[in-house]
């Protein structure tokens, strides 16, 4: 490891890029814990000032896959946004993967609970708040998925290097490497996903990075709080993956007819979970519906299920105004719910 450091760790102008294989070793020296902690923060805080490159970061992908539990679902959509969580936008995600899955395609989700360096809401924090314990009972939402058509993976239970890790990422208070690859995990191996990232530093990165994984048909997405969820109130810049390469697709939901002022709220898990539920059952106010309209026909988009995004808006609004994304959902909570009780 301190001969990994001296290449990573010589000043922002001295420091050289690791090889694949290199970053490799390194990677599989700190989540054995042949790496000490002192030299896993050392080479976090050198990657930090350096800038990691596609190679580094997919190494890091691949060792901490090595690790992971996996549940394949075939056709699905990994929708992957920050696990630092977020403070000041509604959480489309949620609602739209069972507008998404009663659509036919199906959705895995994965979060954790509140990282540095935002401390945010996370989708745990809202399951939490639905009376869904997210941590643990894999085997309850593995369940809940055959029914739904969505998996929710709580990244810590599924990954022992990603909790072993949480400490030190705790005391180091600032955003790591980790922060983007555990985003690309790929608990469900979906051949299409939906990824959010804050800086644009990352935004063609994290293209490559798709494709170099397999994934057949992607979008990355510079959405709300570096989420994968695109707003309804801008036009937002996106890179649609597809066939080995990727091109910039600008989303505009006035073109849409979906262009709604967001109202800025305080937000906390309970409202998360309230207007969530509000979605799914018709019933909330035009923003938040538009929200999950517009992220759902994207979803929807990239799966290849629809031809266009208009096609997808459509078939959005049929799943929620018939009640089938309402259905999914309670059949979702009610499979995870009896499994905990079951369990617990």
């Known amino acids: 490891m301190r001969e990994l450091l001296k290449e990573v760790a010589r000043g922002k102008k001295g420091a050289k890029n690791l090889s694949y294989e290199q970053s490799l070793q390194g990677a599989k020296m700190i989540l054995s814990g042949e790496a000490t902690p002192a030299q896993t923060a050392a080479f976090f805080v050198a990657e930090r000032i350096k800038m990691e490159t596609a190679d580094e970061l997919l190494a890091f992908v691949e060792a901490l896959r090595e690790h992971s539990l996996k549940h394949a679902v075939p056709q699905s959509i990994d929708c992957a946004g920050p696990y630092d ?3 000041k936008s509604f959480f489309a995600n949620f609602p739209a993967a069972f507008v998404t899955a009663a659509c036919g395609v199906p959705v895995t ?3 954790g609970d509140p990282l540095p360096p935002k401390w945010g809401i996370t989708l745990s924090d809202i399951l939490n708040a639905l009376s869904i314990q997210a941590r643990g009972h894999e085997q309850a ?3 809940a998925s055959h029914e739904s058509g969505v998996l929710y993976v709580h ?3 599924w990954n022992d290097g990603l909790a072993r890790l949480r400490p030190l990422r705790e005391e180091l208070g600032f955003r790591t490497m980790l922060n983007t690859v555990e985003k690309l995990l790929r608990y469900s191996d979906a051949p299409y996903m ?4 804050f800086h644009g530093t990352v935004f063609e990165k994290m293209a490559e990075m798709m494709t170099r994984l397999g994934v057949a048909r992607g979008i990355v997405v510079q959405g709300m ?3 994968e969820d695109v707003p309804v109130h801008q036009r937002t810049r996106t890179l649609l993956v597809s ?3 990727h091109e910039l697709f600008i989303i505009d939901p006035e073109a849409l007819g979906l262009q709604t002022e967001t109202p800025e709220l305080e937000w906390s898990p309970r409202s998360q979970a309230a207007i969530a539920l509000d979605v799914l059952k018709n019933e909330a106010p035009l923003p938040f519906f538009n929200l999950v309209l517009l992220n759902s026909a994207i979803r929807l988009w990239v799966a290849e299920k629809v031809p266009s995004i208009e096609a997808g808006i459509k078939a959005a609004k049929a799943s929620l105004t018939e009640g089938h994304a309402l259905e999914k959902f309670e059949a979702w909570r009610s499979i995870v719910q009896q499994h905990q009780t079951l369990t617990s």
């Open 155 to 157: 990244a810590e239970t």
């Open 109 to 111: 989700l994965h979060s």
């Open 141 to 143: 939402f593995v369940e």
């Open 194 to 197: 939906a990824a959010g990232v």
């Open 243 to 245: 066939k080995g390469s």
């Open 85 to 87: 969580g977020r403070k």
């Open 225 to 227: 709080e570096g989420s």
